[in-house]
């Protein structure tokens, strides 16, 4: 028996208090165990997990740094238990003024809370569609809502043609509002649903040079028409609309991959005379960098990181790397 699999046959006979200090360890650590005893005690422990998340959100609104990652374990634990009496816990998050959200649990935002809204909110469906039309929410957790929008179609509980209809009113309105970043998130999740009653509003907010191409653009949105309803819509129900398995959504994350130390090369002394090539002048050769033209400073950054542009890659500082 590996070691994993021996520590979460101890851990399921702890207490759910037991089992939430364990869930609650440093970062980079992934409590493969606790997860494990979390799941098996699914009704016991959801309050701890609820507690979790409360206490990290009135951290970070009093200024405060999170030593331990449990609220970030207990996120993708309530989605995965599809606990709709700990939405409102989820939405506190998802609330949070300008990027706090982000700066709280980070890609969370991005692959975690599509999932809340066929898990938690399907009966909520007013409330995160006003969250989706307020500017005042974060860019990111509006994104990631209308994502959820599509996961509604994909879990059975809404029909597409209501789906794309919410987001052809959102996008309509976000043309309007000269919204961006509402109309960018708009299209893709257009895109993933077949948009040919939404195809002229898309084309529009093209024409209007409203939409980051970098991300998508009016090509890829042709292309998918061109593949055929049937087929597209297909391919997009076989997506998960759920979180399954919360260990096996993290296991892969580079964040809980263990670091592995650099290899000593030892330094041996040249059998020759080294001879230096000449290199060219950058200033001759300057190299041109169309990526950073065309992505908006206020759009995703394109690495993935969850922040915006201008405070990752776009940053003065990550340039001059």
């Known amino acids: ?15 759910p208090d037991e089992i939430i200090t364990e869930l609650d360890v440093p970062f980079r650590m992934l409590p493969v165990p606790a997860i494990r005893a979390a799941q098996e005690c699914r009704d016991r422990i959801i309050p701890g997990l609820v507690q979790l998340i409360e206490r990290d959100v009135q951290l970070i609104r009093e200024d405060g740094k ?22 409102e816990t989820i939405l506190q998050v998802a609330s949070l003024p300008d990027d ?6 980070g890609d969370a935002i991005h692959k975690a809370l599509p999932h809340a809204v066929p898990a938690m909110a399907d009966q909520r469906l007013d409330d995160i569609l006003g969250m989706i039309r307020n500017i005042e929410v974060n860019q990111y957790v509006r994104w990631a809502f209308q994502k959820g929008l599509v996961h509604l179609f994909v879990a059975g509980l ?21 919204d961006y970043g509402a109309i960018l998130a708009s299209v893709r999740s257009l895109h993933d649903l077949f948009p040919e009653e939404a195809y002229d509003d898309i084309k529009r907010a093209y024409d209007l040079r409203f939409v980051d191409t970098f ?63 000449p290199t060219s002048d950058p200033k001759l050769t300057p190299i041109k960098r169309d990526d950073e033209t065309r992505v908006g400073r206020n759009e995703p950054c ?18 001059s790397d």
Request: one cysteine or more; proline letters at 6%; a positive charge.
């Open 302 to 319: 394109p690495c993935g990181s969850g922040k915006k542009f201008k405070k990752c890659c776009g940053s003065a500082a990550r340039r």
């Open 158 to 178: 809404r029909s597409r043609e209501e789906i794309v209809g919410h987001l052809r009113t959102i996008l309509i309105e976000a043309i309007e509002n000269k």
């Open 66 to 87: 999170r030593e331990r990652n449990g609220g970030f374990f207990a996120f993708f634990l309530l989605i995965e238990f599809r606990a709709a009496e700990a939405l």
């Open 215 to 277: 991300f998508i653009c009016l090509g890829d949105v042709d292309r998918q028409l061109a593949r055929g309803r049937n087929r597209v819509l297909r391919e997009l129900r076989k997506k998960p609309a759920y979180i399954e398995d919360t260990v096996e959504m993290l296991r892969g994350w580079v964040a809980f991959r263990p670091i592995e130390p650099k290899p000593t090369v030892e330094k041996t002394q040249p059998t020759h005379s080294p001879q230096y090539l």
């Open 100 to 105: 706090l959200p982000l700066d709280l649990y």
């Open 1 to 15: 028996m590996d070691s994993d699999a021996k520590r979460a046959e101890e851990s399921l006979g702890l207490e």
